[in-house]
């Protein structure tokens, strides 16, 4: 049996027997993949070129557009060239820089969605307030905050992971490299432990994460009811609603791909988990949080209006 020393690379799942299959994934994963790079970069050129959007909540948007392109880019290219070339195989360095752009990505992008509530929170219930707490200094710090933790992580999580002994072979029963699954190779009980501890720490952390959202949107809730524009309610409630149901799409996948019992699990239900949290909100938060937003196509509906004069 090979261990993680002889080990130069990876088999990852196959999304598909047939060629025909495989080539009809590869299609839909580049449309996806396209209309995410679309929707982000559209969102980060916008914030970042226009000096009206030059505001807090526009600042954190930015950043989560910009955590959602990497995110994305970290694992659908590789599952396309797999689908189109007919193989599995990716390299142990690879792997390795899967699982670490990954976790990192998206622990960034949880911290991330943490301090937009609390923006949201203070800009409506503590609005006088607004100026001083978010002032650009602090959203700096804030953000550097998001980011940093995420590096730090990422890197005791990858290095955690890849120290362990390997020996039950190198086939990873998922589309990308994913700690789940790269656990199950794992030989050694004390190694396995030491990761499996980590990953209860980190989902603490998360769910942690999780009710201080969803208390910042409660409060939200509560200031907006007492509103007495009926305009100003739906326009709160259309907003916040979308981006609670994101939250929990990927909040409740994560923790079901690292805590479903071993009974239930089967290739199929991991794939389309793995898929729900790793591709499915980068591809979805530019329509939640900001190509529904009316600055935003108000500012893409003046362009193109522009455009059109001088053609």
């Known amino acids: ?146 980011w940093g933790a995420g590096l730090l992580y990422s890197l005791l999580h990858t290095a955690t992971t890849f120290s362990m002994c390997l020996c039950h072979g190198n086939a990873v029963d998922q589309f990308f490299c994913e700690i789940a699954q790269i656990l199950k190779l794992s030989c050694s009980k004390s190694d396995y432990l030491r990761e499996v501890g980590i990953i209860y720490f980190s989902l603490c952390l998360i769910f942690g994460c999780f009710v201080f959202i969803v208390v910042s949107y409660m409060q939200i809730f509560r200031a907006v009811l007492r509103m007495p524009s009926e305009q100003g309610r739906h326009k709160a409630f259309s907003t916040c609603l979308p981006h609670l149901a994101v939250l929990s799409l990927l909040v409740s996948t994560g923790f079901f791909a690292y805590l479903k019992p071993s009974s239930i699990s089967s290739p199929s239900l991991d794939l389309l988990v793995s898929f729900l949290y790793s591709v499915v909100p980068p591809a979805v938060n530019p329509l939640i949080y900001g190509l529904r937003n009316q600055e935003l196509k108000h500012l893409f509906a003046m362009r193109d209006q522009r455009k059109g004069k001088y053609l």
């Open 1 to 146: 049996m090979p261990n993680s020393s002889s080990i130069s690379e990876f088999l990852l799942l196959a999304l598909a027997d047939t060629r025909q299959l495989q080539l009809l994934h590869f299609w839909l994963l580049l449309g996806i993949y396209l209309a995410a790079l679309l929707g982000n970069g559209l969102i980060s050129t916008a914030v970042a070129c226009d000096h009206r959007l030059h505001t807090p909540m526009y600042f954190f948007l930015l950043n989560l557009a910009l955590l959602d392109l990497a995110c994305i880019s970290t694992t659908l290219p590789k599952a396309m060239a797999n689908a189109l070339w007919h193989t599995r195989a990716i390299s142990y360095a690879g792997c390795a820089a899967q699982v670490f752009f990954l976790l990192f990505l998206l622990s960034a992008e949880t911290f991330l969605l943490t301090i937009m509530s609390y923006d949201r929170y203070v800009a409506i219930c503590k609005p006088l307030h607004y100026g001083t707490l978010m002032d650009s200094r602090a959203c700096a710090t804030m953000a550097a905050a998001a």
